[in-house]
């Protein structure tokens, strides 16, 4: 069994949504921040998500969420677990094929996710709506936003083609921050249809109500 430690609208939601898509049951502690104190002899960085599985020989903890959607579907990938399979490149990938699954799993996080964050973060943290660093992030944002839309103009259906994968469920993440810390930027044409390709997902959609 997996435990997932979630909190609603971070980046947990990212493993929830892994495990809804792969039909596996799962155990989640929900809980909201600051996160209890028990939460720390679990992982003592206090940071979500957080895993413990327990079907290892002995149980492994995990964090960092997009270590843990590889973890999952690498795991279950090298049984032969058709689910993971899909959800991936697959046991022996196209070298390309591979290199472009990694670069838009990570591109989730670190070029879309990020600079939402700081955009959040920093109003939260100097209390002003626009400063120098607000619309140096807005304007990587949109410049990375204005990169995924190219790439999506091809009518591809997904990030990597026509199968859903583990890096579109990195970049569903980032738009659903976005909404959630209300940050004014506006998805691109192919973007905007991706991502209500995205929230049309039925294991989206139980991830947002568990």
């Known amino acids: 069994m997996i435990t997932i430690y979630h909190v609603?609208?971070?980046?947990?939601?990212r493993v929830v949504w892994l495990m809804e898509e792969m039909g596996e049951s799962y155990k989640l502690e929900t809980f909201g921040i600051p996160v209890p104190e028990d939460f720390l002899k679990v992982n003592p960085l206090g940071s979500v998500p957080t895993i413990v599985d327990d079907d290892a020989d002995a149980p492994i903890t995990q964090f960092e969420s997009l270590a843990i959607l590889q973890y999952l579907t690498g795991r279950r990938l090298v049984a032969g677990n058709e689910a993971a399979i899909a959800l991936t490149t697959g046991p022996l990938p196209d070298p390309a094929a591979y290199a472009e699954h990694l670069q838009f799993l990570h591109f989730g996080e670190a070029d879309l996710a990020t600079p939402v964050g700081t955009i959040f973060r920093t109003r939260i943290f100097t209390g002003e709506q626009t400063n120098n660093t607000i619309a140096d992030q807005?304007?990587?944002?949109?410049?990375?936003?204005?990169?995924?839309?190219?790439?999506?103009?091809?009518?591809?259906?997904?990030?990597?083609?026509?199968?859903?994968t583990i890096a579109d469920i990195s970049i569903?993440?980032?738009?659903?921050?976005?909404?959630?810390?209300?940050?004014?930027?506006?998805?691109?044409?192919?973007?905007?249809a991706y991502w209500q390709r995205l929230q049309a997902r039925p294991a989206f959609k139980r991830t947002q109500a568990a």
């Open 172 to 192: 569903g993440y980032a738009f659903l921050l976005a909404e959630f810390t209300k940050c004014e930027v506006a998805l691109p044409a192919h973007v905007a």
């Open 138 to 164: 807005l304007s990587q944002l949109e410049k990375r936003l204005a990169f995924l839309d190219r790439h999506l103009a091809d009518g591809r259906e997904w990030v990597t083609g026509e199968r859903f």
């Open 8 to 13: 609603p609208n971070s980046r947990s939601q």
